[in-house]
């Protein structure tokens, strides 16, 4: 047997066959049975663009106004630790400088 019948014959077991095509499924195409053909189905018209937007867009603004809300609360809560540090820091320098003066 020569030696390039040995090669035919064994061609379509390897990866590099070239006499064989591989049937392969088309993929950029909706199934009607999973996720991206329902999608297609109810997406014919474009209102659902307009309600995602609306939805992000509320979510945002609610996102916006209780962030300043929570910010306001911890500039308050902020200001008030910063107001009792000084108090005890001048009763503290109160107490050391009385106490040095009666030393």
């Not at 014959?9 to 064989?20: C, I, Y």
């Not at 392969?24 to 195409?29: A, F, I």
């Not at 209102?47 to 306001?72: P, Q, R």
């Amino acid at each position: 047997m020569p030696h390039y019948a040995l090669i035919c014959a064994s061609s379509h077991l390897t990866d590099f066959a070239g006499d064989t095509k591989v049937e392969e499924p088309l993929t950029n195409l909706p199934n009607p049975d999973q996720v991206g053909g329902l999608l297609s189905k109810c997406c014919a018209d474009a209102w659902h663009i307009i309600a995602v937007l609306a939805a992000l867009t509320m979510f945002n603004f609610f996102g916006i106004y209780f962030g300043l809300k929570s910010d306001e609360r911890d500039f308050d809560m902020c200001v008030t630790l910063v107001e009792i540090h000084c108090w005890l820091n001048s009763l503290l320098v109160g107490w050391l400088t009385a106490r040095h003066e009666t030393a």
